[in-house]
Nanobody, 121 residues
């Protein structure tokens, strides 16, 4: 069983940066792929980025602006968000699955409660 807690959200001006953290508890965290998803008001939850071992996989909308990393010793995954745009405003969720990276949210077994990111223009 994995429990996830997101933090680091907030209000930022367009062009600014935020770093989100996803802290996990539970055994064998290094075996889990971790993904970030976001949901804007009135919209579906969309894939943002995911990581298994290193590097990462990104949605086209954030490619070149967001990076993802993990510290298995701290059981934490980070989403560094740069050059933020108003359209990045959403609740950001991290999720974990035992296996490889997936873009589809239904493939993830464990979810955090979400953290709000608001980008003002």
């Amino acid at each position: 069983q994995v429990q996830l807690v997101e933090s680091g959200g907030g209000l930022v001006q367009a062009g600014g940066s935020l770093r989100l953290s996803c802290a996990a508890s539970g055994p064998s965290f290094s075996r889990y792929a971790v993904g970030w998803f976001r949901q804007a008001p009135g919209k579906e939850r969309d894939f943002v980025a995911a990581i298994m071992w290193s590097g990462g996989y990104f949605a086209d909308s954030v490619k070149g602006r967001f990076t993802i990393s993990r510290d298995n010793a701290k059981k934490t995954v980070y989403l560094q968000m740069n050059t933020l745009k108003p359209e990045d405003t959403a609740v950001y969720y991290c999720a974990a699955r035992n296996g490889g990276i997936r873009e589809i949210q239904d493939e993830y077994n464990y979810w955090g409660q979400g953290t709000q990111v608001t980008v003002s223009s």
